[in-house]
């Protein structure tokens, strides 16, 4: 089965810096959309940033300008590059994608999750 695999969380004080990585492994046929969703504590999970086969970014106004969303396809990997830490930043980050397993199949699957905080 695809299974998505995150790394990267850790703590970090404010105005640093984090890479995420979270890589899809199985059988895949295509990737449509991969991104980045967090939720806090108390709090509902909220769109972090997406990347889109053949459209682009987008990201949430509370990350723009700090975070930066890529891609590799040949490794169905995305990252999450989060500059500028804030401690409203911590969160459970998780990875998302909309991926085809095969022609005539889709699944959406989610992350295990990884704890980001940001000390002040």
């Known amino acids: 089965q695809v299974q998505l695999v995150e790394s990267g969380g850790g703590f970090v004080q404010s105005g640093g810096s984090l890479r995420l990585s979270c890589a899809a492994s199985g059988t895949i046929f295509s990737v449509n959309v991969m991104g980045w969703y967090r939720q806090a504590p108390g709090k509902e999970r909220e769109l972090v940033a997406t990347i889109t086969t053949g459209v682009g970014t987008n990201y949430a106004d509370s990350v723009k300008g700090r975070f930066t969303i890529s891609r590799d396809n040949a490794k169905n990997t995305v990252y999450l590059q989060m500059n500028s830490l804030k401690p409203e930043d911590t969160a459970v980050y998780y990875c998302?994608?909309?991926?085809?397993?095969?022609?005539?199949?889709?699944?959406?699957?989610w992350g295990q999750g990884t704890e980001v905080t940001v000390s002040s």
């Open positions: 998302n994608a909309d991926i085809a397993p095969t022609l005539r199949s889709r699944s959406l699957l």
